[in-house]
């Protein structure tokens, strides 16, 4: 089991940026996938991006080219960055990892709330 804490989280105006980060335990990145999601008020949970053990990246169409990925293998903590935002990305941020040759995100931070207002 990973431990996962995100933060920075807040609200802002739209057009601003903001950078959460999400602090792991343990060994993680070696054998995890990291990954980012966000659940917005009434709708289901959403991908936002994705980043494997071996630095692949993926986003969602909805973020590509606003929002960065990363990680940092010595401080076992991953980060994304979030450029031109939108009120649509108004949303809890939640922060998740999978094993390497699983299908589910079984752990989980507990979140940190993202308000863009316009």
């Known amino acids: 089991q990973v431990q996962l804490a995100e933060s920075g989280g807040g609200l802002v105006q739209a057009g601003d940026s903001l950078r959460l980060s999400c602090a792991t335990s343990g060994r993680t990145f070696s054998s995890y996938t990291m990954a980012w999601f966000r659940q917005a008020p009434g709708k289901e949970r959403e991908f936002v991006a994705r980043i494997t053990s071996g630095g692949v990246i993926i986003y969602a169409d909805s973020v590509k080219g606003r929002f960065t990925i990363s990680k940092d293998n010595a401080k076992n903590t991953v980060a994304l960055q979030m450029n031109s935002l939108k009120p649509e990305d108004t949303a809890v941020y939640y922060c998740?990892?999978?094993?390497?040759?699983?299908?589910?995100?079984?752990?989980w931070g507990q979140g940190t709330q993202v308000t863009v207002s316009s």
């Open positions: 998740a990892a999978r094993r390497v040759g699983t299908s589910e995100y079984k752990d």
